[in-house]
């Protein structure tokens, strides 16, 4: 059976469990958080989650782990069939990584920690997940998903990417990211009636409290 990996308030690690739910893949939790002692650094090299363990070893990396879910040919296919559509979702969940996530990131500690970031970082942040915003209108489809009419890879980091990123935008920058985007707004409300997405929120929920007691303890080390 599939192992996964990782704990359920990171954002990549839900990106793994929904495309398992989805697809109907048992598979078990192993509660696990960043770390660079030797033991877990054997099955992640950088420290980070989620790993997946599966029959052949480990995978380490978010893109990775679900194109080798993808690869298996098990459960609804989460990328399409043609070549060209494929390097789209691809293109889309790349650019929603490069250009949403990792801007709104750098502002995480703010954002949900109170910690100060530097307000050179602020304003690179805040330039370039408005940017970000702007080209995802250009590029997603969102009829109603990111990339068409099923679900795909794409919405995995959309869904996990563009409700942090407001977050960020909200208490950082005090701005409605999602203001003049009424089809992620609509995407997202439609996500919030999927039965597997309320599960990951439900586990989110329960372990915010140990999670948070967790990075309180590392940020004193």
Do not use: W
């Amino acid at each position: 059976m599939l192992r996964l990996h990782g704990f359920g308030v990171s954002n990549y690690y839900n990106m793994v469990k929904l495309a398992l739910l989805e697809k109907g893949l048992p598979f078990e939790e192993v509660q696990v958080f960043t770390s660079r002692d030797e033991a877990f650094l054997a099955i992640s090299p950088r420290g980070k989650v989620p790993v997946l363990q599966c029959e052949h070893g480990y995978i380490s990396e978010t893109s990775a782990i679900l194109e080798y879910l993808e690869a298996l040919g098990q459960g609804p296919a989460l990328l399409p069939s043609g070549a060209y559509e494929q390097a789209r979702v691809r293109e889309l969940a790349k650019h929603i990584e490069l250009y949403i996530e990792l801007p709104a990131r750098a502002c995480y500690a703010q954002a949900f920690f109170g910690l100060q970031v530097d307000p050179a970082i602020q304003a690179k942040s805040r330039e370039e997940l408005l940017a970000g915003i702007d080209s995802l209108k250009r590029l997603g489809r969102f009829s109603p998903y990111v990339a068409g009419d099923s679900l795909s890879l794409a919405d995995l980091y959309f869904l996990y990417s563009l409700d942090l990123a407001a977050a960020v935008a909200h208490k950082v920058f005090a701005i409605d990211l999602l203001g003049d985007f009424p089809k992620a707004r609509a995407l997202l409300e439609r996500f919030a009636e999927n039965p597997n997405v309320q599960r990951i929120a439900a586990d989110k929920d329960a372990l915010m409290g140990p999670c948070l007691l967790y990075t309180s303890d590392a940020a004193d080390e």
